[in-house]
């Protein structure tokens, strides 16, 4: 059975930190990424890391980038988002997705499986 598990959410100042883990069982996928989806809103595209780690992309238009990191850890099938100096505007219920193929990074479609998701939520 294919699960994507994840877990480190919770309630955080803004400027602090938060890491959240996503592990995966039941396949090797390809790559993964981090989508968000605040209340009210439409799920939202973050980060993205290919199968060997190499290539990792951002949504730029979120200022995610330079605060976020994403990166994996094969051996322990884990992939983790380091969320620093965060925002109130990062309130959001995070998704990690993990696929098979290749395809537009961004694009939720392209993606078999997804977790249940975690709750982070930033005061001001």
């Known amino acids: 059975q294919v699960q994507l598990v994840e877990s480190g959410g919770g309630l955080v100042q803004a400027g602090g930190s938060l890491r959240l883990s996503c592990a995966a069982s039941g396949r090797t996928f390809n790559s993964y990424a981090w989508f968000r989806q605040a209340p009210g809103k439409e799920r939202k595209f973050v980060a993205f890391i290919s199968w060997n780690g190499r290539a990792t992309y951002y949504n730029y238009k979120d200022s995610v980038k330079g605060r976020f990191t994403i990166s994996r850890d094969n051996a322990k099938n884990t992939v983790y988002l380091q969320m620093n100096n965060v925002k109130p505007e990062d309130t959001a219920n995070y998704y990690c997705?993990?696929?098979?193929?290749?395809?537009?990074?961004?694009?939720?479609?392209?993606?078999?499986?997804w977790g249940q998701g975690t709750q982070v939520t930033v005061s001001s």
């Open positions: 997705a993990a696929r098979i193929y290749g395809g537009a990074y961004y694009d939720e479609k392209m993606y078999n499986a």
